[in-house]
């Protein structure tokens, strides 16, 4: 019998218990103090994180099931913990990460009306994401993941009165939906086939699987990571999401639920290891994605909208890394991400507060290096991490899938150094266009002032966690080497090369002096670009015209509604089930012509029958 | 020899039968259900049912079939014949041929009279039975068939208001 | 021979059910009627004349009888029809009053 240490119960019971008393009692009394039992849920929930960490780190795994949850005949469904390298390490990124933004948020919504139901919402996303890294199969994963969605919805969705944010939470929603299904459908099938979902159990029966089965399956989970990962085909919901909250978009959009596509991805990763050619082709469309989306972030205007393209391209870094083989790297970089990614969104958070209103563009500020100081350094310090300055934790997680791309050769190498050069270009910018200089078209904020301690102190730490989680490297592969079956070769962090790393720097490097060239030795030529070619500027913003699909499959979709339901439902079966009528009184009158009362008639009709009784008694 | 009296008296009574079954003409139908009857009592003679065949004959040819040529008569007759008398339309046959259908039997009994019939000479046996068995155990059904015939012959009793 | 008579005996019966089933004229379907009866008798004439059995004949009579019977009250009812105005066609009577 395993043993599941108290820690395990007292992550989902810590939540659980703030959301009910949040609920039930501070909602209705007194929503001001609705934060006070969720902070002390984010406290306990971090305290188990680490002790499960060092569970893990000491050389110990859990798989286990908590109860029985769906029972019927041979299914067999569970509710149970998978405690492993994986989990753990990602759950202490999302634990400590959003118990800290919970912390800043406490300020931001400060005076909001919808404080309570805010926290509640978001609290609720917290527990949701920790029982999505702990699940121990498909079916509880699943369920996680589409509360995760859901919590999505309401939270992006959370000014109801604004029509953009509402817009942008339904398109969420739906195109999450269209990649969920794939996960339904893959779900499905495993229950179908092997009637058990469990991680443990499936990983086992790897080899025996049919390559149809594992084709499709494989398939249909990238298609899930890619929407809620906002990989190439359907991320564009992400940098519409932003309509929400910046601690929404810093803890849901950066750190947390867009690594949840990524997360699922590794935990099939035995199965789809075993599909020939599908790694490579999540690699290619991680490399298309990252430099994509690197482009379009060099192109925004809107802060919150950079930043979000940011997350796409290092989504698709982090995609790239894993389609060449390092799932160690993947996992890395998806740590170091979640707390650099969170301290610029949070900063952009600062600067829109400070700006009263919800986000920023880069027309709106200027300068503000030495009107907010702490702001500055915070900023300074995640851009050089997500850039890959040297000893940040960017450069370690960035060389390691680097020295993935040199080990794998061929297109791999440039696409690497691009999307180098790229994130550096574009973070370098947003960093001179913010915080240096003074431009023409730059109307300064009226009262730059510094955030209130509550918001000031999360980012602090955040930031400090920016620069030193990379030096955890080492420790971080070590825990992962306990997340798969022995068949699996383990995953191996290659310490930075000098080549890599200096490949990587002068890329690096490359993209900074472009930025700096651009914005510093040109002030205007951000401007100047969109005024003699506003038709070049419409069409980053549209995304290079991808914005269209989308738009043109939801036209299509509609059409084909209007199809099914007026034409199949009214026109077709409607007038069949009206017309039945219609059918029973003809049928009748053709029954009626046959009494004719013709005595000549009745005899045929005598005739038939007799002939009809002997035929039968003949035929016995 | 009398191995062609039966075939040839069958194969009689079924043409005459179709011909009643197309003929237009009421009387027509009637004469040629008449020459049927006689036929039918040639092959009951030649199956050894004697007293039967001459029965058949009293009976059919005697009472019914005059009961329906005055019905026929006695209804209007046959109004729709009034020209074609040796037309051959859809379904009339000239007269001549009729009458040879009457004249069939004659030839009928010159088979029977050219010996060999080769009959069983048990029908006599069990004509000579029909009559104890009629008053035997049959004596019932006799009665009650006579009784059935009795209240037959009231229904040709016309009630005052009837015209005709 | 049996088989001859046996033949004969089924046609007439099939061409007395023709005449009554097609023909128009009560009188004509009356005539298939009587067809038929004659059909029924001469196979069981038949049967009874080589068996030798009273039985047979005797039913074969009685049979005979109740069909003149029927003849006499199936003409009268004819005549009864003929009386009344309508016409003697199985077409024409569909109500049977009167």
Same mark, same amino acid.
Request: glycine share 10%; hydrophobic share 60%.
């Given at each position: ?64 099931? !908590? ?36 912390? /800043? ?97 499936? /990983? ?26 906002? =990989? ?22 950066? @750190? ?39 482009? *379009? ?68 500020? %200027? ?16 851009? !050089? ?7 940040? @934790? ?10 993935? @791309? ?6 791999? #190498?440039?696409?690497? *150094?691009?999307?180098?050069? %790229? ?9 001179? !266009? ?57 995953? #191996?962090?290659?310490?930075?090369? =000098? ?67 007026? #034409? ?30 013709? *005595? ?5 009709? #005598? ?14 | ?6 075939? &040839? ?6 043409? &005459? ?15 040629? &259900? ?7 009592? $040639? ?20 009472? $019914? ?85 009795? &209240?037959?012959?009231?229904? $040709? ?8 | ?98």
């Amino acid at each position: 019998m395993i043993d599941i240490p108290l820690a395990v119960y007292l992550l989902f019971a810590a939540p659980l218990a703030a959301l009910a008393v949040g609920f039930f009692v501070t909602r209705r009394y007194q929503p001001e103090a609705t934060y006070i039992p969720i902070l002390l849920s984010c406290a306990v929930v971090c305290a188990c994180s680490a002790y499960l960490a060092a569970f893990v780190y000491s050389g110990r795994g859990l798989d286990g099931t !908590l109860f029985r949850w769906m029972v019927a005949g041979d299914w067999d469904v569970p509710f149970g913990v998978r405690i492993d390298g994986i989990g753990v390490s990602v759950l202490v990124m999302v634990s400590l990460v959003g118990a800290l933004i919970h912390l /800043y948020a406490v300020g931001y919504m400060k005076g909001d009306p919808g404080f309570a139901r805010f926290f509640l919402v978001f609290h609720l996303f917290y527990l949701s994401m920790i029982g999505l890294l702990v699940s121990n199969n498909y079916v509880q994963f699943y369920l996680f993941w589409e509360l995760v969605g859901v919590c999505s919805y309401f939270l992006i969705g959370f000014w109801m009165h604004k029509p953009a944010a509402r817009r942008a939470a339904l398109q969420a929603f739906l195109t999450l939906r269209v990649a969920d299904f794939g996960l339904m459908l893959a779900v499905l099938m495993l229950m179908g086939l092997y009637r058990n979902t469990r991680f443990a159990a499936l /990983y086992a029966i790897v080899p025996g699987i049919p390559a149809g089965i594992l084709a499709w399956l494989g398939v249909l989970f990238v298609w899930a990571a890619a929407g809620k990962s906002a =990989l190439f085909p359907l991320y564009f919901w992400l940098p519409d999401a932003m309509e929400g909250p910046t601690p929404v978009s810093a803890l849901m959009h950066a @750190a947390t639920m867009v690594t949840a596509g990524i997360f699922l991805l590794v935990r099939s990763w035995p199965l789809i290891r075993a599909v020939p050619g599908l790694p490579e082709s999540i690699a290619v469309l991680g490399a298309c994605t990252a430099l994509f989306a690197a482009l *379009l972030a060099a192109t925004q205007t809107d802060l919150k909208r950079i930043l979000a393209y940011s997350t796409v391209s290092h989504l698709g870094l982090m995609a790239f890394g894993l389609g060449l083989g390092q799932v160690t790297a993947g996992i890395f970089h998806l740590v170091t991400h979640g707390f650099f990614k969170a301290v610029l969104f949070l900063c952009a958070g600062i600067l829109a507060h400070a700006a009263g209103k919800s986000t920023v563009t880069v027309s709106e500020v %200027g300068g503000l290096r030495r009107k907010m100081p702490m702001t500055f350094l915070c900023f300074l310090a995640a851009a !050089l991490s997500l850039a890959g300055f040297p000893l940040t @934790a960017g450069f370690y997680s960035k060389d390691a899938i680097l020295a993935a @791309a040199f080990a794998h050769g061929g297109w791999a #190498v440039p696409a690497g *150094l691009a999307i180098a050069a %790229g994130s550096a270009f574009y973070i370098s910018r947003m960093l001179f !266009l913010i915080f240096f200089g003074s431009r023409p078209e730059q109307k300064p904020l009226e009262h730059p002032h510094e955030a209130p301690p509550v918001m000031a102190v999360p980012v602090m730490f955040l930031s400090t966690g920016a620069v030193c989680v990379g030096w955890l490297g080492r420790d971080l592969a070590r825990m992962l080497g306990s997340g798969w079956p022995k068949s699996v070769p383990g995953p #191996v962090l290659e310490g930075p090369t =000098l080549a890599v790393s200096s490949a990587g720097l002068a890329a690096a490097a490359l993209g900074a002096a472009a930025a700096y060239w651009l914005t510093m030795r040109r002030p205007s030529w951000d401007w100047q670009w969109r005024r003699q070619r506003p038709g070049l500027e419409a069409l980053f913003f549209e995304d290079l015209g991808w914005r269209r699909v989308p738009a043109a499959c939801v036209t299509a979709a509609v059409w084909f509604a209007d199809k099914v339901g007026r #034409v199949l439902d009214r026109d077709c079966w409607d007038a069949a089930i009206e017309g039945s009528a219609g059918v029973c009184r003809r049928l009748s009158e053709a029954g009626g012509r046959l009494a004719t009362g013709r *005595l000549s008639d009745s005899l045929w009709w #005598v005739l038939t029958g007799a002939a009809a009784l002997l035929a039968w008694a003949g035929w016995r | 020899m009398i191995h062609w009296l039966v075939p &040839f008296a069958g194969a009689a009574a079924v043409a &005459f039968a179709a011909l009643m079954l197309a003929q237009r003409s009421l009387y027509a139908a009637a004469i040629c &259900f008449l020459a049927v009857v006689l036929q039918v009592a $040639v092959l009951l003679y030649a199956s050894g049912a004697r007293l039967l065949a001459l029965l058949l004959l009293l009976i059919y040819a005697g009472a $019914v079939a005059v009961l329906i040529v005055v019905s026929i008569q006695a209804s209007g007759g046959d109004q729709r014949t009034a020209a074609p008398r040796s037309r051959w339309n859809r379904l009339g046959l000239p007269w001549p041929l009729l009458w040879v259908g009457l004249l069939l039997p004659v030839f009928d009994a010159a088979l029977l009279a050219a010996r060999a019939v080769g009959t069983p000479t048990s029908g006599t046996a069990s004509d000579l039975a029909l009559g104890p068995a009629l008053f035997g155990p049959y004596a019932a059904g006799a009665e009650a068939v006579a009784l059935l015939m009795l &209240f037959a012959a009231l229904a $040709v009793i016309k009630s005052p208001e009837e015209k005709g | 021979m049996s088989a001859v008579v046996w033949a004969v005996s089924g046609m007439l019966f099939l061409l007395g059910l023709a005449a009554v089933v097609l023909r128009r004229q009560l009188l004509a379907m009356f005539l298939g009627l009587e067809l038929m009866v004659v059909a029924g008798a001469l196979a069981l004439g038949h049967e009874a004349g080589r068996a030798g059995l009273a039985e047979g004949l005797v039913a074969v009579l009685l049979v005979l009888a109740v069909a003149a019977a029927e003849a006499v009250v199936g003409l009268t009812l004819v005549l009864r029809v003929h009386w009344s105005g309508r016409p003697t066609e199985a077409d024409a009577l569909r109500e049977l009053r009167g």
